[in-house]
Antibody
Framework: QVHLQESGPGLVKPSQTLSLTCTVF??????????WSWIRQPPGKGLEWIGY???????YYKPSLDSRLTISLDTSKNQFSLKLTSVTAADTAVYYC???????????????WGQGTLVTVSS | DIQMTQSPPSLSASIGDRVTITCQAS??????LNWYQQTPGRAPNLLIF???NLATGVPSRFSGSGSGTDFSLIISSLQPEDVATYYC?????????FGGGTKVEIK
């Protein structure tokens, strides 16, 4: 069973950088078939897909976040990461890492999700 | 961006009822649509992919249909464990977007 686990600070000050890491278990992020996504959910609100990375390093970022967002891979640790700069209170959300976001040989769905981690932006 | 509009935003139904949730895309997305279930305090879980294909382990009381701009998720006989918020999501192009969600409760 594929398992994903987010890690990182739960509190970030305004204007600083939000950094999260996702560790993937029982699958290889460099295996070449899957995209690896970040999705967030503000408290009490809906889901927002913010971007993905492919094993080749190809990325796509949601345009409204493009200037602040970086998603990267560390294949040696089977991890991928998110960095969001210049955060504001509007970036407060549960952040999920997930497998999917592009089409694999199986489907074009987001089929495995981490449990999510709440990041609060506050001074 | 393609806008996904779900209705109703919430509903309350009795155990055993047939429940229908609709999702409308702002442009033709063929059948490039997935459905997810999110139970309180948990991460979303894939229910249906490609508009009508049941994901592994999903009970057969769930079904999906539609193509183009109009889609439906049907629960044929509502069970207590189906209390959740349901989201549609398109993958016709980037960025991916989700509907606003439909919260299902037991009457």
């Amino acid at each position: 069973q594929v398992h994903l686990q987010e890690s990182g600070p739960g509190l970030v000050k305004p204007s600083q950088t939000l950094s999260l890491t996702c560790t993937v278990f029982n699958d290889s992020i460099s295996g070449g078939d899957y995209y690896w996504s970040w999705i967030r959910q503000p408290p009490g609100k809906g889901l927002e897909w913010i971007g993905y990375i492919f094993y080749s390093g190809t990325t796509y970022y949601k345009p409204s976040l493009d200037s602040r967002l970086t998603i990267s891979l560390d294949t040696s640790k089977n991890q991928f990461s998110l960095k969001l700069t210049s955060v504001t209170a509007a970036d407060t959300a549960v952040y999920y890492c997930a497998r999917g976001g592009g089409c694999s040989s199986s489907n074009c769905a987001i089929d495995y999700w981490g449990q999510g981690t709440l990041v609060t932006v506050s001074s | 961006d393609i806008q996904m509009t779900q209705s109703p935003p919430s509903l309350s139904a009795s155990i055993g009822d047939r429940v229908t949730i609709t999702c409308q895309a702002s442009q033709d997305i063929n059948n490039y649509l997935n459905w997810y279930q999110q139970t309180p305090g948990r991460a979303p879980n894939l229910l249906i992919f490609d508009a009508s294909n049941l994901a592994t382990g999903v009970p057969s009381r769930f079904s999906g249909s539609g193509s183009g701009t109009d889609f439906s998720l049907i629960i044929s006989s509502l069970q207590p464990e189906d209390v959740a918020t349901y989201y549609c999501q398109h993958y016709a192009n980037l960025p991916l977007t989700f509907g606003g969600g439909t919260k299902v409760e037991i009457k």
